[in-house]
């Protein structure tokens, strides 16, 4: 991963609510399970900072690239939270820096970077992002993530 997310200030959180079938029969949460996890970080961040009919607009956000390490297990009954924040803005595309943190211990178990890609629903194609998407991001966030020249 890059370094910049192991730097990166988080705004945004979810509790994950751990579910029993999400644990394998070594007793932690499968890895297939993160993704779900942060696929609701995904979700809840759009919708506080987006809208949440963000959806209805011809262009919207779809991940085109995803990217996960695992740094160590999560347990069923361990109190996780999902960190969310954009590192990046682009032209057509931003990018979602992610982790799983044990509220409890403050460990950070799972680091996630996503891709995501303006994708305009009407053309079917990859679409520039909209303005009141990256205002509303960078407002969010708190500081200016994109790199237009000038």
Not at 36 to 50: F, N, P, Q, S, W
Not at 53 to 81: E, H, L
Not at 99 to 105: I, L, R, W
Request: aromatic share 12%.
């Amino acid at each position: 991963m890059e370094q910049n997310i192991e730097m990166q200030a988080y705004n945004h959180r979810v509790p994950i609510q751990i579910r029993f079938n999400d644990v394998d029969r070594y007793g932690h949460v499968n890895n297939n399970s993160y993704f779900a996890y942060y696929d609701l970080g995904k979700e809840d961040y759009l919708c506080t900072v987006l809208d949440k009919y963000y959806r209805a607009n011809d262009v919207v956000p779809v991940i085109a690239s995803i990217k996960a390490d695992f740094i160590a297990p999560i347990f069923y009954g361990d109190p996780i939270v999902v960190e969310t924040a954009v590192s990046h803005i682009g032209q057509r595309s931003f990018t979602l820096a992610q982790q799983a943190v044990n509220t409890e211990t403050g460990v950070v178990l799972c680091r996630c970077q996503t891709v995501m890609v303006c994708f305009s629903v009407k053309g079917q194609c990859s679409a520039d992002m909209p303005d009141f998407f990256r205002e509303a991001i960078e407002r969010f966030e708190g500081k200016n993530l994109s790199h237009k020249p000038a």
